[in-house]
């Protein structure tokens, strides 16, 4: 029998090694039975690279691993799950085509013959479905469930392998509020059935609420491992960036000018033509930032599309500083001003497989001067990415460095510097801080404060209702595709709760 006084897991002095980077430099971790601990640190601090040593998808370069107090050798993630170690990554590892209970059993097929037994994987999904409140439909096909949805299925699939360390990278970067809320239920589901937890995080105060201790990690070092009770937002901030970090944005009072993104009477159909933006009108003037708030899915992706020519509106025109634009494409949009930083940095914000200077250059290939004799110039792209993602403190990489081998936050820095370095009249910044650290956010959040003081024009669309309350001059809410609420930021969480359910129809419509 294991003793309980030995925590269940110890990492010491863990070092791993890239070219160029030491991601983690005799890193020291150790998990309890029946603890939340969270890894707390700014994007390329190496919380995500930390996790994979242990999952057995990089092996150290230094340092061991021990389980129950014995030494074990983690070399793949295979002999990770043996062990007892589950992951849910960022992204998930979902088949999209099986139903939740064939990604539950894939690999370890319960067989009827040579057969899956299906009902057998049903009755086993709804059995640890129902012990851990992690409420999924077995025969649903994963690529039909929302988000949350999904990544319950991952929770449950680490559970049917029977974890007794769940490892969660960021586990609510792309969850609403009610989402994450029961993601903590299920967490402390799992803590009294004695199942530990690494939570990996960079939001403080979900930290606070769901974890019992905090190790804190900077540039690859450990900085220190606090108790939860007591820590406060700013203390486990200073920690993070090893300073002082302004939680709230200070936005000056500042005048407004004439509109340059106008909206009237936009309509448009999902990918399924069905009706997802309903008669929606507003716009946008010189030096203000308007936000649009409101629940996931209820339209913001389609009118951001509509906005930007990747969907064309059914009804309804938009213009952009005196330019109709309504049904153009994309270079059209572009070229009359508007820059957008998309809400899927994978999907819309960047080419993974290109590199920096290629991502970076994106806006700018066609313009004259930046080729020669019809092919880009490799010098002339560095010459331009380089200072930029110094300026925009983008880690883990050069100009050369492909995109997909940075962190999720720095791949969304750099598609935020691309965007602001491009002058834009008009700016979208859909989800702009979704995946990034308190340090992070604060940099972000001036820079649209600074782009609005410039006399720009900023749409805000985010999930995060103290992000919109703390940015915006103004806040529409959208509700099953239609305006149906304009607040002051000032306005109590409750009038935004009520509005953002419906609550605010009969209610001052936006102009």
């Known amino acids: 029998m294991p003793d309980e006084r030995v925590p269940i897991l110890e990492l010491r002095g863990i070092t791993k090694r890239f070219p160029g980077v030491v991601a983690n430099d005799h890193v020291d971790f150790d998990l309890n039975r029946g603890e939340v601990h969270a890894l707390l640190g700014e994007n390329g601090a190496g919380k995500s690279t930390l996790m994979n040593v242990l999952y057995g998808l990089y092996h ?62 049903a009755r086993r999904t709804r059995e640890l479905s129902e012990r851990f409140g992690l409420a999924v439909d077995p025969d649903a096909k994963v690529e039909n469930l929302g988000v949350g949805a999904q990544q319950r299925v991952e929770i449950l699939r680490a559970l049917f392998r029977g974890a007794k360390v769940l490892v969660l990278d960021e586990p609510t970067a792309v969850l609403t509020a ?10 402390h589901a799992l803590q009294e059935e004695g199942t530990s937890v690494v939570f990996i995080s960079h939001k403080l105060n979900e930290v606070l609420d769901v974890s019992d201790r905090v190790t804190v990690l900077r540039r690859g070092e450990k900085i220190d491992t606090v108790v939860t009770e007591g820590s406060t937002e700013r203390s486990l901030a200073r920690l993070m960036v090893g300073r002082d970090v302004l939680l709230r944005v200070e936005k000056p009072e500042h005048k407004v000018g004439e509109p340059l993104l106008q909206v009237e009477g936009v309509s448009a159909l999902d990918d399924r033509e069905l009706p997802a933006v309903r008669d929606v009108s507003f716009e946008v003037r010189a030096g203000e930032i308007v936000a649009i708030a409101g629940v996931d899915a209820n339209g913001q992706s389609e009118l951001i599309e509509v906005l930007t020519g990747l969907r064309k509106p059914t009804e309804g025109t938009v213009t952009v500083d005196g330019k109709d634009v ?60 380089g200072p930029m993602l110094k300026d925009f403190d983008v880690r883990g990489g050069t100009s050369d460095t492909r995109a997909a081998s940075l962190s999720g936050g720095n791949q969304q820095k750099v598609v935020i510097a691309r965007e602001l ?13 979704r995946g990034l650290d308190v340090g992070a956010i604060e940099f972000v959040h001036r820079r649209l404060v600074e782009q609005r003081d410039e006399g720009r024009a900023i749409l805000l ?30 306005a109590s969480e409750e009038d935004f709760g009520v509005a953002m359910t419906g609550g605010g129809r009969g209610g001052e419509e936006a102009a």
Not at 72 to 97: C, E, N, T, W, Y
Not at 421 to 433: E, G, K
Request: hydrophobic share 40%.
């Open 60 to 121: 150290p370069d230094e340092g061991e691993i021990r389980l129950d107090g014995e030494p074990v050798k983690i070399d793949s993630a295979r002999r990770a799950i043996g062990l007892g170690i589950g992951m849910v990554h960022q992204h998930f590892m979902l088949v999209p085509v099986m139903t939740v209970a064939e990604n539950l059993v894939l690999g370890a097929e319960p067989r009827n013959g040579p057969l899956l037994d299906y009902n057998a994987a």
């Open 178 to 187: 009610q989402e994450t809320q029961d993601l903590f239920r299920v967490l």
């Open 326 to 385: 309504t049904g153009k494409s994309p270079r059209v949009v572009q070229d009359a001003g508007v820059g957008c930083i998309a809400e899927d940095r994978h999907r819309r914000g960047l080419v993974l497989d290109f590199s920096l200077s290629e991502n970076v250059f994106l806006r700018e290939y066609r313009r004259k001067g930046n080729t020669r004799f019809g092919l880009l110039s490799p010098r002339r792209m560095a010459e331009r990415a």
């Open 421 to 433: 370095s491009a002058d834009p009249a008009v700016l979208i910044a859909a989800q702009p801080t």
């Open 461 to 490: 669309v985010s999930l995060e209702l103290e992000e919109v309350r703390s940015l915006a001059d103004r806040v529409l809410v959208i509700y099953e595709g239609a305006i149906v609420a304009e607040l002051p930021p000032s």
